[in-house]
């Protein structure tokens, strides 16, 4: 089956620590997307990848930071130096990056919890 | 800047037919896309308008208006699992999306 896979669902950690979320897809897009979502709140666009080994910062992007080494992957590492890091956290994918009518597709998210 | 306004919550009866606004001023206009999102899980994609007028999809049609910077998702035959947030969002022409806040819809029996 193809689709974008997050993983923990759930995650905890305590205040001061780094903390990597995991996102792989394996519908071959090109573009990959981090969004964080707070109650009452749209998404916001955290970084943005439309090809290997190149990403570019979203709205909110202090605070984290991204890798695309591989074309299935983007992790995302939420650092100690993000102020509310508490927060649903949704990846996303599409075909190309841009593209008028390229939709994207996203994962079933990680919430993060900070203690 | 980019702006894009939804109602916050509604609310509707099983069987009715809903309209959900949605308004945007943004720099740049190269589409716009409709998500549904169920609480606690990822948004699903509804719709995709970029031409003025209707597009149904079964129960669910979108409509867009350019030149107004205006869209409505119209919810017919409506189900209890329909109740979710219905989020909207435009494509500004960048490699990007900007969302809205997204409406909550709550379906009572």
């Known amino acids: 089956d193809g689709g974008i896979t997050q993983s923990p669902k759930y995650l905890f950690r305590k205040e001061g620590q780094n903390v990597t979320l995991s996102c792989e897809q394996n519908?071959?897009?090109?573009?990959m997307y981090w969004y964080r979502q707070d109650p009452g709140q749209g998404l916001r666009l955290i970084y943005y990848?439309?090809?290997?080994?190149?990403?570019q910062k979203g709205d909110i992007a202090e605070g984290y930071s991204v890798s695309r080494e591989k074309k299935e992957s983007f992790p995302l590492t939420v650092t100690s130096a993000q102020k509310n890091p508490t927060a649903f956290y949704l990846c996303?994918?599409?075909?190309?990056?841009?593209?008028?009518?390229?939709?994207?597709?996203f994962g079933p998210g990680t919430r993060l919890t900070v203690l | 800047g980019q702006n894009i306004d939804q109602p916050t919550e509604m609310t509707a009866t099983e069987g009715a037919i809903v309209q959900i606004n949605c308004t945007y001023q943004?720099?740049?206009?190269?589409?716009l896309f409709w998500y549904q999102q169920h609480a606690g899980e990822a948004p699903t994609f509804l719709s995709y308008?970029?031409?003025?007028g209707l597009e149904e999809k079964g129960r669910f049609s979108s409509f867009l208006s350019r030149s107004k910077g205006y869209s409505y998702l119209l919810l017919k035959e409506l189900q209890m699992k329909d109740s979710a947030s219905y989020l909207c969002?435009?494509?500004?022409?960048?490699?990007?999306?900007?969302f809205g806040k997204g409406t909550m819809l709550l379906v009572s029996p």
């Open positions: 519908l071959n897009h090109d573009a």
């Open positions: 943004t720099s740049g206009f190269n589409g």
């Open positions: 990848s439309q090809i290997v080994n190149d990403f």
């Open positions: 308008n970029v031409l003025d």
């Open positions: 996303a994918s599409s075909i190309v990056a841009g593209g008028a009518s390229d939709t994207q597709y």
């Open positions: 969002a435009v494509n500004s022409g960048y490699s990007t999306l900007t």
